[in-house]
């Protein structure tokens, strides 16, 4: 529908701080004890920006969803401070250890409710999911796709262009080789990638009035399920840290290094 309420949910997540040593608990998971909002997260957030800063004339509000313990309440709010119009943070003891599979089932629910709750002045309105290429630790890339397939959206994933055009979203996905420019209609699925814009820092006026925007926490129950709902189907078996780095071989140049480096190219098959 043209000129439609548009609901852009971003769906942002609290990961280990990659400046840091990573760590691994007890019970072989990553030690979540402090983190940041993820990079790639930034960058939907911000095509979710620039998506409603080209439409004045229409009703679009954007929400930052974000799942994990109650830390992740840092990525929320630091996505307020960016400028999303409020939050969502889904918390409960029973999604740690949850794998994609869960995940998804969670943020499906997750996603319904907060579509369900929003109001709006001028309708009903249209949903758009905006995520990052992949999470910063786990990399899969798989949960697009699987969100979308719950929610019985349209997908489009690795999106470096966003542009709406009367009743429909064109975007652009560019390979090593190729230029895809597609069409999709809500509500839909898209993945973007760290090649779709120049993500802003908030100044110190959009961290003040971060402040008085809405973040709100539910349960497993508050979204309708229950723990049987997202037991994982993946489970870690064992951790162990990457053994430390062993000196490199040193060539010493007494006139037949040439002839050292190849025969050390050839043991390693790099020739």
Do not use: C
Not at 28 to 53: F, H, M, N, T, W
Not at 81 to 107: E, F, K, M, N
Not at 242 to 265: C, M, Q, S, Y
């Amino acid at each position: 529908m043209v000129n439609a309420p548009l609901h852009i949910i971003t769906l942002v997540k609290w990961v280990p701080d990659a400046q840091l040593e990573r760590r691994y608990n007890a019970e072989g998971r990553i030690d979540r004890s402090e983190g940041v909002l993820s990079e790639l997260d930034e960058y939907p957030l911000e095509a979710a920006l620039q998506i409603k800063e080209a439409a004045p004339d229409r009703e679009i509000r954007v929400t930052a969803l974000t799942m994990g313990p109650a830390g992740a309440s840092t990525a929320a709010k630091k996505a307020l401070q960016i400028g999303a119009d409020d939050a969502y943070q889904l918390t409960d003891d029973d999604l740690i250890g949850a794998d994609i599979w869960a995940t998804s089932v969670a943020l499906k629910a997750a996603v319904e409710t907060v579509t369900g709750a929003a109001e709006f002045d001028s309708g009903e309105p249209e949903y758009l999911v905006l995520t990052g290429m992949a999470s910063e630790e786990g990399e899969s890339g798989a949960l697009p796709a699987q969100l979308a397939e719950r929610l019985g959206a349209h997908v489009v994933t690795y999106a470096t262009g966003l542009d709406f055009e009367a009743e429909r979203l064109v975007v652009t996905r560019s390979g090593g080789t190729e230029s895809q420019r597609v069409a999709v209609t809500m509500p839909a699925v898209v993945s973007v990638t760290d090649q779709v814009n120049d993500p802003r820092y908030p100044n110190f006026k959009a961290i003040m009035a971060a402040k008085k925007k809405p973040l709100t926490r539910f349960t497993l129950a508050d979204v309708g399920l229950q723990r049987e709902h997202v037991e994982p189907k993946v489970r870690v078996v064992t951790t162990q840290a990457r053994p430390p780095r062993t000196a490199g071989e040193i060539i010493t140049d007494e006139g037949d290094a040439g002839v050292k480096i190849v025969e050390f190219l050839a043991k390693e098959r790099l020739l």
